[in-house]
């Protein structure tokens, strides 16, 4: 990531919106972790954030607008102070 892109990472704000525990979005997202029906780990500029449930689905994921939108049950959303120690699942794809 370029340094351009890491401050603007670094100036968007973090916001979470879950509606009806059913539809969550989130902004300020730099990458993904790992993600499956029961969990999604993400990294955002406030550390990690584990977003728990069943039948969780990624909908829609940009990592250059730090936006990232999960649907399914979401039952719990836990922050970690853990900031990123490499490049997350999809920075490993898309080298």
Do not use: C, W
């Amino acid at each position: 990531m370029a340094i351009q892109e890491e401050r603007m990472m670094q100036s968007l704000p973090q916001n979470l919106s879950l509606e009806d525990r059913k539809h969550l979005s989130v902004t300020g997202v730099s990458d993904v972790d790992s993600f499956d029906e029961q969990s999604v780990t993400v990294y955002t500029q406030l550390g990690e954030l584990s977003i728990r449930g069943t039948d969780l689905h990624i909908n829609a994921l940009n990592v250059e607008t730090g936006e990232l939108v999960v649907d399914g049950q979401i039952d719990a959303l836990i922050y970690t102070r853990e900031q990123p120690k490499s490049s997350g699942f999809f920075g490993r794809v898309f080298r």
